[in-house]
């Protein structure tokens, strides 16, 4: 099966080393890579480690038709404010026919159920499993695990560059050294402001709603502060309590619609909420047949954000739409 990578960044040139290292049990070809600034390239013998890259294609349908590909990648950088151009990119994928499979927020915060029934109408398959909790199962759980359970609301701790920042500053660092720690991890969105500013979880946020809740909501209408205003004072203090901080996405449904808000929030050390040290994530769902439960992934890197999207590729090309 071939593959047409949008984007060869962090996630793009991991999932490129994890397929090429399975190549024998899953038979995938990179076919084409598209890029904003290293241009684009396209060899439908597959391309290699070391991509040779050329003029960027002057559009992405001339991508994706010189790539002769069954599966779009898609996995450009997170536009917060729209989900462009990567909504863009899946709706052009869709018009020929290809499956898509992304890590990137942005299209299901902002375009999900246009997005699900285009797909839909293609017969294509639309699969996302590392847009929230990089590769730990989200949104897999729910097809094949629990038929028939309505979600009703979910607590997250989903955002990692947040927590190093915290942890930098309890180890006496300060917010600029935990910034560039979590940079130096991989883990922080191409500008930084996303994450330290609440818009990252706010759009995984609006993503599960979209997708677990049918909202039709946006990041714009999820009700968020970030971590902007801690510093290693206050978190020094907030210490000596005993306590600590994350920044927590909450969703839950009442009589007159959903609620959705972004929050840091002081907890205690031993609140379930907090037990995520690093990248860890942490996402309970409150539902109406299986009450509360949980998906919590320790320390994951990029590696796990790649697998997520191998497993997507790995189950389209099976049927699995
Ligand atoms: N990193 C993680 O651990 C993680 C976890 C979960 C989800 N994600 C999501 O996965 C996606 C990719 O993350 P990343 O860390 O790989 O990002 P990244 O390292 O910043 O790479 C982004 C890639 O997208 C390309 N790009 C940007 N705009 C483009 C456009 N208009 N057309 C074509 N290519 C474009 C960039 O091209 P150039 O190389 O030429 O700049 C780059 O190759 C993001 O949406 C992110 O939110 C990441």
Redesign the pocket.
């Known amino acids: 099966m071939k593959l047409a990578f ?9 999932l490129h080393r994890l397929i090429r290292a399975r190549r024998r049990e899953f038979p995938f070809t990179v076919t084409g ?7 684009t390239a396209i060899d439908c013998g597959g391309i290699g480690a070391e991509p040779a890259f050329g003029p ?1 294609a002057a559009s ?1 349908e001339e991508f994706l038709d010189g790539t002769k590909a069954q599966i779009a990648v ?5 536009n917060p404010s729209d989900g462009q ?2 909504v863009a ?1 899946i709706r052009a994928a869709f018009v020929r026919k290809m499956h898509v499979a ?5 299209p299901l915060a902002h375009a999900y159920a246009e997005l699900r029934d285009d797909a839909a109408r293609a017969g294509v398959g639309f699969r996302f499993e ?5 590769g730990a199962p989200v949104f897999n759980l729910w097809r094949p695990t629990l038929p028939g359970v309505k979600v009703l609301g979910f607590t997250g701790v989903l955002n ?1 560059t947040t927590k190093v920042v915290i942890e930098t500053m309890e180890r006496g660092g300060s917010f600029e050294d935990g910034l560039a720690r979590a940079r130096q991890m ?5 500008d930084g402001a996303f994450d330290v500013e609440g818009w ?1 979880s706010a ?1 995984k946020t609006a993503a599960l709603a979209n997708v677990l809740m049918d909202a039709r909501t946006t990041p714009q209408q999820v009700s968020t502060r970030g971590i902007g205003r801690l510093t290693p004072e206050r978190m020094r203090e907030i210490n000596g309590e005993g306590k600590t901080v994350r920044l927590v996405s909450r969703a839950r449904r009442n009589g007159s619609g959903l609620t959705l808000r972004v929050r840091a929030e002081v907890l205690e050390r031993d609140d379930l909420l907090a037990c995520t040290p690093g ?1 860890s994530n942490l996402l309970l769902f409150h539902t109406d047949l299986m009450g509360t439960f949980g998906t919590v992934s320790i320390e ?3 590696e ?2 790649a697998y ?2 191998f497993s997507d590729i790995v189950n389209l090309s099976r049927g699995n739409l």
């Open positions: 949008i984007g060869y960044g962090n996630v793009g040139r991991s890579i598209h890029t904003l600034r290293h241009g960027r992405i898609e996995l450009t950088t997170l151009p990567a990119h992304t890590a990137n927020k942005g590392s847009a929230v909790m990089d990692s991989g883990v922080t969105e191409a990252d759009a990248t994951p890197g990029v796990q954000t997520g999207v």
